[in-house]
């Protein structure tokens, strides 16, 4: 007892304790605001983990290298993609022609760059156009549902069931034309099928979340909530999709370029350059080798490129 009361202060003892014994601590420098870690967007940490994937970003490289090659490769062999010489024919590659010459002695890299951009324009375009139409058809399918629903699917599966050769041989028949345009017109005809079914069933989903019901309460018009609300929240699947639709009409450009229903003369695709090559492949393979080459690694990029923008765009991966 005699030890508490040593150890008491009086109040008088206490005022003539002098201000300069004080420190506020913690009231100046707001350290209970500080986040422990930066905030990340959603955008931001998909491009982290898509950095993560090794195979994916070697696949991004590929394709900037292969489109950096269609831009400029042309230009960068000094040779005109239609200038002939007689005097080179059927030459092997050569430090004159780094791909050597086809059977009328063009120069096979200017050619292949220069069929690179039909083919790569065919692709990416086409994919893109199905990929619009096709969200806005599967967007406005699942927000009305019902009837709507049923009848646009409907028509979404009789398209689906007609061949796209047919389609292909009737339009270049009714326009008796064979362009890149008529192709790209055949080819998207029912190419945006898919990615409509596919962003109806995501939309579907979306359809019951309170941002759409509060939308609709405010009177936002559907079309409106469609476009601004529900579209953008499905834009790393329509991305993915996208991705993985570039290799399709690049391939279906070339099949058909192929069996002769493409890109004719004097303008080339790699098909049309595979499909020429062909018939001399037993003496100069070289011819085959190196439009056959391309395809493989567009395709092969465009593809591994997909499978990591749909691990990275995957909000559950979000660490």
Not at 164 to 173: E, F, H, K, P
Not at 301 to 307: E, I, K, V, Y
Request: aromatic share 10%; glycine share 8%.
């Amino acid at each position: 007892m005699v030890d508490v009361k040593k150890r008491m202060i009086s109040n008088q003892e206490w005022e003539d304790i002098p201000d300069e014994k004080f420190k506020v601590i913690g009231t100046d420098d707001f350290s209970g605001d500080v986040i422990a870690r930066p905030k990340v967007g959603y955008w931001a940490d998909a491009w982290r983990r898509f950095k993560e994937n090794k195979i994916a970003l070697a696949a991004l490289c590929i394709m900037v290298l292969l489109l950096f090659m269609v831009t400029f490769g042309p230009a960068i062999s000094g040779y005109n993609f239609e200038q002939m010489d007689t005097n080179a024919i059927n030459q092997a590659p050569s430090a004159e022609h780094w791909f050597g010459t086809d059977s009328l002695g063009r120069d096979l890299f200017a050619r292949v760059w220069q069929a690179g951009r039909v083919s790569l324009a065919i692709g990416i375009v086409g994919a893109v156009v199905a990929s619009v139409v096709g969200s806005i058809y599967g967007g406005i399918a699942a927000y009305f549902g019902g009837i709507v629903d049923d009848i646009m699917m409907r028509i979404v599966e009789i398209l689906l069931s007609i061949p796209y050769l047919i389609i292909v041989i009737l339009i270049s028949v009714v326009t008796d034309s064979k362009s890149m345009g008529t192709m790209m017109l055949a080819l998207t005809l029912t190419g945006w099928c898919g990615i409509a079914r596919l962003v109806r069933g995501q939309m579907l989903q979306l359809k019951s979340q309170e941002f759409v019901l509060a939308a609709g309460a405010l009177g936002v018009s559907p079309i409106k909530t469609i476009m601004r609300h529900m579209i953008p929240n499905t834009i790393g699947l329509i991305i993915v999709a996208i991705t993985f639709d570039i290799p399709g009409y690049i391939f279906s450009e070339a099949f058909l370029s192929y069996i002769g229903l493409g890109i004719q003369p004097p303008n080339t695709s790699w098909g049309a350059l595979a499909s020429a090559a062909q018939q001399n492949f037993m003496f100069y393979p070289y011819q085959l080798f190196f439009p056959a080459l391309m395809i493989a690694l567009t395709m092969l990029s465009f593809t591994l490129l997909g499978d990591g923008l749909r691990d990275a765009l995957d909000p559950k991966l979000r660490k």
